[in-house]
């Protein structure tokens, strides 16, 4: 889990809980549309808002299955929009690594990431 989920969860359970019904909601549809709490960022990256706070994430699927998943990159508070744009190029840097890792072994389900600075 994403060290910003790990400190989310003990300093706002309220906004943590709210995030995990959100992703929740978007995984459980075939297609989801609310722009205000769930949008697309950039290539393949979304960010889930709840109030004053941002979650940046991307989607797979696991073959065979028919649940899809939400992968959290990272999150902030509502912060300026370059701190926005470094969160969201953080995240597309994850998932093009997790993609290279899936594309190199198929049966890896998820990659646990090492908080970076």
Do not use: W
């Not at 995030?19 to 549309?33: N, R, V």
């Not at 994850?94 to 049966?107: E, F, I, Q, T, V």
Request: with cysteine; charged share 25%; glycine share 6%.
């Amino acid at each position: 889990m994403p060290d910003f989920l790990e400190s989310l969860i003990q300093s706002n359970p309220n906004a943590a809980r709210s995030l995990q019904t959100s992703m929740a909601t978007i995984t459980s549809l075939d297609t989801y549309h609310n722009e205000r709490k769930f949008k697309k960022v950039g290539d393949g990256i979304y960010e889930i808002k709840v109030p004053g706070i941002r979650l940046y994430c991307f989607k797979d699927e696991i073959a065979g299955l028919p649940a899809k998943l939400i992968l959290a990159t990272n999150g902030g508070t509502k912060n300026n929009k370059k701190e926005q744009n470094a969160d969201i190029k953080r995240a597309a840097g994850l998932r093009s690594r997790y993609l290279a890792a899936k594309d190199m072994n198929p049966s890896i389900h998820y990659i646990c990431q090492k908080h970076e600075h």
